[in-house]
């Protein structure tokens, strides 16, 4: 098992493209005149704990749209979360989760 679950898809839509702005309501640590803190503490600089993992962003707010294959879909202040990975040990099996709520879905 080499940690993939098959083929790469094959792409459905001729095109995509967006527009947004994000406000930062809070980072990690606090609202934003606060100070923002390490999401590992002092363990983010072991270099045994790779990859490294920030959170970027715990709440936004976005405004903006999406073109989904000619559909445009726009949002006002809809809730946002940003983080990064960075390192040279990335694991060979990765598991990611995204939940979203959606009005009317």
């Not at 072991?46 to 959170?55: I, K, Y």
């Not at 715990?58 to 202040?77: A, N, P, Q």
Request: hydrophobic letters at 40%; aromatic letters at 18%.
């Amino acid at each position: 098992d080499n940690g993939t679950a098959g083929p790469a898809p094959a792409s459905s839509v001729a095109h995509c493209r967006w527009s947004y702005t994000t406000k930062l309501v809070y980072g990690w640590g606090g609202p934003v005149n606060k100070k923002q803190l390490s999401t590992a503490g002092w363990l983010a600089v072991a270099p045994v704990f790779e990859p490294h993992w920030q959170v970027l962003m715990s709440k936004g707010l976005s405004t903006g749209w999406i073109e989904w294959d000619g559909k445009r879909y726009e949002f006002e202040d809809a809730p946002s979360y940003a983080e990064k990975n960075w390192g040279g040990a990335f694991p060979l099996k990765w598991f990611w989760v995204q939940c979203n709520s959606f009005v009317d879905e």
